[in-house]
């Protein structure tokens, strides 16, 4: 299993941006799926989007033209670009990732990172 390392939360007023980062060790990134997840307090974690080896990505309905994850090979690691941020983007956010083959489990997972919107 590969080991991700999550960063770049923090706290943002509505409508900024901000730029989430998962470095990957022990693997090769552009290999496998890469998704994100996020938690806010007191509701179940939802996926985010994700982003396949191939280089397709889809989105959350609540994200899509807003978010897009950004893959850079040579680095090892993936973004989550957060624009026009929303109160209810509020939550922790995890990268994971797997296997890119059908139904694979997301089977390695970061610590997560904390974003906070204000309205």
């Known amino acids: 299993q590969v080991q991700l390392e999550e960063s770049g939360g923090g706290l943002a007023q509505a409508g900024e941006s901000l730029r989430l980062s998962c470095q990957a060790s022990?693997?090769?990134?552009?290999?496998?799926?890469v998704g994100w997840f996020r938690q806010a307090p007191g509701k179940e974690r939802e996926f985010v989007g994700a982003?396949?080896?191939?280089?397709?990505?889809e989105y959350a309905d609540s994200v899509q033209g807003r978010f897009t994850i950004l893959r850079d090979a040579a680095r090892n690691a993936h973004y989550l670009q957060m624009n026009n941020l929303v109160p209810e983007d509020t939550a922790v956010y995890y990268c994971?990732?797997?296997?890119?083959?059908?139904?694979?489990?997301?089977?390695?997972w970061g610590q997560g990172t904390q974003v906070t919107v204000s309205s």
């Open positions: 994971a990732a797997r296997p890119d083959v059908f139904a694979a489990p997301w089977d390695s």
């Open positions: 022990g693997g090769t990134l552009s290999k496998l799926r």
């Open positions: 982003k396949y080896s191939q280089g397709y990505a």
